[in-house]
């Protein structure tokens, strides 16, 4: 049996949100063309590789099995692909990846290493940057790949995909202020003291940007240069805090909140420069490194999957 790898990519993202509509909309396909590649998965492989539920779907034992070996074929052909570029790319000319402070506390860093170790020919600088810098910057060429913001960088003629989830959510203290509660609005958030992170960081420019002139003035006990000391601080009690989602180990003791408004929802992007054609193949290799780190990361899938999920 053929397998094409962006089937298998799909079937990645289906299994790793419980959802087949989330699946599709990460692949940028539609509901029905991401159903008939799944039915095509399955006729193949003789099995069931999907149980629809009311509540998403999940993973037959052949399908997680089918997980499992996708994750490494799709690692395997990043490898080969880099081992390829190695015969087309100078070692001394290094790929840029740019990415904001959230993409930096885990999702870079993972892909880093899994690429550096696979890949010792190739060279990246990565530096942190607001999503419309890394915009300029990959539309003049001064970078191969960046992680951004999806409401930042509409309509800005670079080629993206989706990466997955960065939502942002209230954090403090478990047992604390916020027990009991599921959701706040920034206003409420903003009447009790507040840990934050430095006011020059992307993300605390990127909150404060959505709030406008007539936001509550906030509180901050203290801000800090990282998220996971940011975190440690709100679950000490120091003070509430927003951060994203993805941000947050869950088996540590916090009490979460969703952030009600609009703006609390967003997403990442992985968007790629217009950098000469020959960087191409290495360039790839780094964003399928990235892709499996998002990947890997803890599903942030709503309890309330979509109905239609529950078609074939």
């Given at each position: 049996?053929?397998?094409?790898?962006?089937?298998?990519?799909?079937?990645?993202?289906?299994?790793?949100?419980?959802?087949?509509?989330?699946?599709?909309?990460?692949?940028?396909?539609?509901?029905?063309?991401?159903?008939?590649?799944?039915?095509?998965?399955?006729?193949?492989?003789?099995?069931?590789?999907?149980?629809?539920?009311?509540?998403?779907?999940?993973?037959?034992?052949?399908?997680?099995?089918?997980?499992?070996?996708?994750?490494?074929?799709?690692?395997?052909?990043?490898?080969?692909?880099?081992?390829?570029?190695?015969?087309?790319?100078?070692?001394?000319?290094?790929?840029?990846?740019?990415?904001?402070?959230?993409?930096?506390?885990?999702?870079?860093?993972?892909?880093?290493?899994?690429?550096?170790?696979?890949?010792?020919?190739?060279?990246?600088?990565?530096?942190?940057?607001?999503?419309?810098?890394?915009?300029?910057?990959?539309?003049?060429?001064?970078?191969?790949?960046g992680v951004v913001l999806?409401?930042?960088?509409?309509?800005?003629?670079?080629?993206?995909?989706?990466?997955?989830?960065?939502?942002?959510?209230?954090?403090?203290?478990?047992?604390?202020?916020?027990?009991?509660?599921?959701?706040?609005?920034?206003?409420?958030?903003?009447?009790?003291?507040?840990?934050?992170?430095?006011?020059?960081?992307?993300?605390?420019?990127?909150?404060?940007?959505?709030?406008?002139?007539?936001?509550?003035?906030?509180?901050?006990?203290?801000?800090?240069?990282?998220?996971?000391?940011?975190?440690?601080?709100?679950?000490?009690?120091?003070g509430l805090a927003v951060?994203?989602?993805?941000?947050?180990?869950?088996?540590?003791?916090?009490?979460?909140?969703?952030?009600?408004?609009?703006?609390?929802?967003?997403?990442?992007?992985?968007?790629?420069?217009?950098?000469?054609?020959v960087s191409s193949t290495?360039?790839?290799?780094?964003?399928?490194?990235?892709?499996?780190?998002?990947?890997?990361?803890?599903?942030?899938?709503?309890?309330?999957?979509?109905?239609?999920?529950?078609?074939?």
């Open positions: 049996m053929r397998y094409d790898l962006d089937d298998l990519r799909l079937f990645l993202h289906i299994v790793t949100e419980g959802s087949i509509t989330a699946g599709a909309h990460r692949m940028h396909l539609s509901l029905p063309s991401a159903s008939a590649r799944v039915r095509s998965l399955e006729h193949h492989a003789g099995v069931p590789l999907l149980i629809r539920g009311r509540r998403g779907v999940r993973p037959t034992p052949a399908g997680t099995t089918l997980a499992r070996h996708a994750r490494d074929v799709l690692a395997q052909t990043a490898r080969l692909e880099s081992a390829v570029a190695s015969y087309t790319r100078s070692p001394a000319a290094p790929l840029t990846l740019l990415a904001g402070g959230s993409a930096m506390h885990r999702l870079v860093p993972q892909a880093l290493v899994s690429f550096l170790r696979a890949h010792p020919d190739v060279d990246v600088t990565v530096r942190e940057s607001r999503t419309p810098e890394t915009v300029r910057l990959l539309g003049d060429g001064e970078a191969d790949l999806d409401d930042e960088a509409r309509d800005c003629g670079l080629r993206m995909e989706p990466l997955g989830d960065d939502s942002l959510v209230v954090i403090g203290q478990a047992g604390g202020i916020t027990a009991g509660r599921t959701s706040l609005a920034y206003r409420e958030v903003a009447e009790h003291p507040l840990v934050g992170l430095d006011a020059g960081s992307s993300l605390r420019r990127w909150i404060e940007k959505h709030l406008g002139p007539h936001a509550p003035v906030a509180r901050y006990r203290t801000t800090v240069a990282d998220l996971g000391v940011l975190v440690a601080l709100a679950a000490a009690g120091v951060v994203p989602r993805r941000a947050i180990d869950p088996h540590q003791p916090l009490a979460v909140c969703e952030l009600a408004d609009p703006w609390a929802r967003r997403h990442h992007l992985l968007a790629w420069g217009v950098k000469d054609r290495a360039t790839a290799a780094l964003a399928e490194h990235l892709r499996n780190a998002a990947l890997s990361e803890p599903s942030s899938r709503t309890a309330h999957p979509d109905p239609m999920d529950r078609r074939p």
